[in-house]
């Protein structure tokens, strides 16, 4: 499941979320700075990439979620939910190739443009019949979750797929179709 959900990682270092904000950076959409001074209409900050010490607007800055907010599978759990931190989070989770995130009853995929062995029989079978707190987010939970509710609620399911050209909604769809064929020989008579 190393594709699937993050290694937890240590915590030890000090966070301080009044100290720590994101700020605009033109290349990268935003970057991780440490409040030095706060005047109240701008704050003195050093940024993370290269120390280096700037005075930003207030109003230009976001907060910052705490390090055990890092990698997140849900990100309805953010505490601060802004763009600069579900991007972060979106980022940090596809530069360790887990291209799946919940964000409420959402799964946000992420074309990785690779192959990852995240479609293969065994772990099609981890996800079925699962909760979808049990494992980490993957179009196969959203399938299975639609399957279950079908057979169970007798009512018919959608699964709306969006995205814009080459963001892999063919492919997603094709992986629950896949996920859905398992269940047909699964129960064949």
Known sequence: ???LRAAADKQAEQFSDKKQVWILNK???FEAASVLNDDG???KVQKASNN??????????QQM???????LEDMANLTYLNEASV???LRQRY???????????FCVAINPYARLPIYTKEVINSYRGKRRTEMPPHIFTVADEAYQRMIQQRENQSILITGESGAGK???????????TGYASFYRL
């Open 65 to 71: 979620n705490p390090p055990k907010f890092e990698k």
């Open 87 to 89: 991007l972060h989070n």
């Open 1 to 3: 499941m190393e594709y």
């Open 27 to 29: 290349e990268t959409g």
């Open 41 to 43: 209409e701008f704050l």
């Open 95 to 105: 530069y360790s190739s887990m291209i799946y995130t919940y964000s409420g009853i």
């Open 170 to 180: 063919t492919e997603n769809t094709k992986k629950g179709n896949h996920h859905y």
């Open 52 to 61: 280096e010490e700037v005075k930003v607007r207030k109003e230009d800055t």
